[in-house]
């Protein structure tokens, strides 16, 4: 069966709901610490003395999610290797005789996924400085910004606090930057980093297993509502390996000895995916390719365009922020607000739903329940 990125997809949601819990608990704490006391006349003096047992709050937190996302992320790339190799092997079984279908068995999998978790674990370690940097650097600012308000003659401590708070409602705890140059806060970095990584290990385990059977080409699947980035590759024939760039070779018919057939290669798979194939969310797959044998496959009708499902991912955005904000809020008015946005653009996600056949996607508007 094709492997794709997308058949991960749900295991790396478990790993970035863990962050987003974190996430939720640290607005809490903060908005809790901050409002207890407000209108005291010795209130910045009270959360200055108090500031302290914020920061060993949020070590606390730190050092459950530590714990919790490494275990996570183990067992997402695990499952992500396993589900690529029982991919690879049910195509071999259909079509493998000899060898081929005596490599047509799962291998263990723990050095190559114990490598994949290592990285992740790496790429995703300076979220832990970033959480109590932020919190602490938050908690003083709305300090400052509340207490500085009233002098000036422009709102009520209690009004400034909310609007700070508010902003780190929003943005959460940010400050990540990828490769490319992209912010992202903290919740949203580690779900595409582990969506990367859990693809990368699924993809990976079905090109071994491939290699163990001796099957040196994929294709290309024909998504529907595909993103420019990897439209080029659609129907392409890949190397699974090798030098990049389109050839032509002739090779042995796969069923028939003696046959030779000429196969259009477009490239290779690492080539394909170094320009964008099988980028997180990516809709496309990858399978077995047999010379004068395998044809392409009809595309599956779009249910939508590729910009429509753009806007669904930022309407689910936007439900998210104001769920964040109903958190953050001082007082009852401001989480009714929120809540009221919040069901805003849940309407407009059912109205898009209701003009396309696109799926609601419940578990997207969804934040972690606070620990």
């Given at each position: 069966?094709?492997?794709?990125?997308?058949?991960?997809?749900?295991?790396?949601?478990?790993?970035?709901?863990?962050?987003?819990?974190?996430?939720?608990?640290?607005?809490?704490?903060?908005?809790?610490?901050?409002?207890?006391?407000?209108?005291?006349?010795?209130?910045?003096?009270?959360?200055?003395?108090?500031?302290?047992?914020?920061?060993?709050?949020?070590?606390?937190?730190?050092?459950?999610?530590?714990?919790?996302?490494?275990?996570?992320?183990?067992?997402?790339?695990?499952?992500?290797?396993?589900?690529?190799?029982?991919?690879?092997?049910?195509e071999l079984g259909a079509v493998a005789t000899g060898p081929a279908l005596a490599a047509a068995v799962a291998l263990?999998?723990?050095?190559?996924?114990?490598?994949?978790?290592?990285?992740?674990?790496?790429?995703?370690?300076?979220?832990?400085?970033?959480?109590?940097?932020?919190?602490?650097?938050?908690?003083?600012?709305?300090?400052?910004?509340?207490?500085?308000?009233?002098?000036?003659?422009?709102?009520?401590?209690?009004?400034?606090?909310?609007?700070?708070?508010?902003?780190?409602?929003?943005?959460?705890?940010?400050?990540?930057?990828?490769?490319?140059?992209?912010?992202?806060?903290?919740?949203?970095?580690?779900?595409?980093?582990?969506?990367?990584?859990?693809?990368?290990?699924?993809?990976?385990?079905?090109?071994?297993?491939?290699?163990?059977?001796?099957?040196?080409?994929?294709?290309?699947?024909?998504?529907?509502?595909?993103?420019?980035?990897?439209?080029?590759?659609?129907?392409?024939?890949?190397?699974?390996?090798?030098?990049?760039?389109?050839?032509?070779?002739?090779?042995?018919?796969?069923?028939?000895?003696?046959?030779?057939?000429?196969?259009?290669?477009?490239?290779?798979?690492?080539?394909?995916?170094?320009?964008?194939?099988?980028?997180?969310?990516?809709?496309?797959?990858?399978?077995?390719?047999?010379?004068?044998?395998?044809?392409?496959?009809?595309?599956?009708?779009?249910?939508?365009?590729?910009?429509?499902?753009?806007?669904?991912?930022?309407?689910?955005?936007?439900?998210?922020?104001?769920?964040?904000?109903?958190?953050?809020?001082?007082?009852?008015?401001?989480?009714?607000?929120?809540?009221?946005?919040?069901?805003?653009?849940?309407?407009?996600?059912?109205?898009?739903?209701?003009?396309?056949?696109?799926?609601?996607?419940?578990?997207?508007?969804?934040?972690?329940?606070?620990?």
């Amino acid at each position: 069966m094709p492997v794709s990125p997308n058949m991960a997809e749900d295991l790396a949601a478990a790993v970035s709901r863990l962050y987003e819990q974190a996430e939720l608990t640290l607005i809490e704490r903060v908005t809790r610490a901050l409002a207890e006391g407000i209108d005291s006349p010795l209130w910045v003096e009270l959360k200055l003395a108090a500031l302290g047992n914020l920061r060993s709050a949020v070590e606390e937190i730190i050092a459950v999610l530590q714990v919790d996302a490494a275990g996570a992320m183990h067992q997402a790339l695990a499952e992500a290797y396993d589900r690529g190799q029982q991919a690879a092997i049910v195509e071999l079984g259909a079509v493998a005789t000899g060898p081929a279908l005596a490599a047509a068995v799962a291998l263990p999998s723990a050095p190559a996924v114990d490598r994949l978790a290592a990285a992740l674990v790496q790429e995703t370690g300076p979220v832990y400085l970033r959480i109590l940097r932020v919190a602490v650097d938050v908690y003083r600012s709305v300090i400052a910004e509340a207490s500085a308000a009233p002098l000036l003659g422009a709102v009520t401590r209690r009004q400034a606090a909310a609007r700070a708070l508010a902003k780190f409602a929003d943005k959460g705890v940010s400050g990540f930057v990828d490769r490319a140059g992209r912010a992202w806060n903290m919740t949203s970095y580690v779900e595409m980093a582990t969506r990367s990584a859990v693809g990368r290990a699924a993809v990976e385990a079905h090109t071994d297993r491939l290699a163990a059977a001796g099957i040196d080409l994929v294709v290309v699947s024909d998504a529907p509502e595909e993103c420019p980035r990897c439209k080029r590759w659609e129907g392409e024939i890949l190397a699974r390996e090798g030098a990049a760039g389109a050839r032509t070779v002739e090779m042995e018919h796969a069923t028939e000895d003696g046959r030779m057939v000429k196969v259009q290669v477009a490239g290779s798979l690492p080539e394909a995916r170094a320009n964008g194939l099988l980028h997180p969310n990516c809709r496309h797959s990858v399978s077995i390719y047999l010379p004068g044998l395998t044809r392409r496959r009809e595309p599956a009708p779009s249910r939508a365009t590729y910009e429509q499902t753009q806007k669904q991912r930022y309407l689910e955005r936007q439900v998210r922020v104001w769920k964040r904000r109903a958190a953050g809020a001082l007082d009852e008015g401001a989480r009714k607000a929120a809540n009221s946005s919040v069901r805003a653009y849940q309407g407009r996600i059912r109205e898009l739903v209701d003009e396309t056949d696109l799926p609601r996607k419940r578990h997207r508007e969804q934040l972690g329940v606070a620990r």
